[in-house]
């Protein structure tokens, strides 16, 4: 599982992945923060959307509604993302990452810096894809909110 959510996030997508700071990549690999990553933008999702579609009783939801609820979900996404990456990378227990990050001439405090946010903005985009995917199938299986998304 963990080479697959490695293969997901260890590319140029958003700029993420930079061959010249393995430490940071070895550590997420190691420590399953690709898994945790992964477990975030499709679980959460799931949860949501099946709370909007089982749990959400009001008969008159418009597109307006079905909207912010993904909107809703794409920040919980972000933000679990982003607290992940940041104690994953910035609190690690690696300590030839801790070393290479408090020493200012190897670059991996800049770099490192930025993970957590080019982590979140890639799994909101991917939370907007498979909610939406999300979305199509359990509408089929509420009894009130069959209209939405379409």
């Known amino acids: 599982m963990n080479r697959i959510f490695a ?4 590319n140029n997508w958003f700029g993420i992945y930079d061959q010249n700071y393995p430490l940071i990549f070895d550590t997420l690999y190691d420590n399953g923060g690709y898994v945790k990553f992964g477990v975030s ?13 089982r749990a959400w009783k009001y008969p008159y939801g418009n597109l ?3 909207l912010v609820w993904l909107a809703i979900t794409i920040v919980v996404v ?3 993302t982003y607290g992940i990456a940041n104690m994953e990378i910035l609190a690690s227990s690696n300590q ?16 490192s810096a930025s993970l957590p946010l080019k982590y979140a903005l890639f799994n909101g985009s991917l939370t907007l894809v ?3 995917i999300y979305s ?3 509408k089929q299986y509420s009894k009130i909110q069959i209209h939405l998304p379409f």
């Open 64 to 66: 307006l509604h079905w």
């Open 7 to 10: 293969a997901l996030y260890e």
């Open 130 to 132: 498979i909610g939406f």
């Open 78 to 80: 972000f933000s679990t």
């Open 136 to 138: 199509l199938i359990l």
């Open 96 to 111: 030839a990452l801790n070393n290479a990050i408090s020493n200012s001439s190897t670059g991996y405090a800049g770099y």
């Open 41 to 53: 933008f499709i679980l959460i999702p799931f949860i949501c959307w099946l709370l909007f579609y």
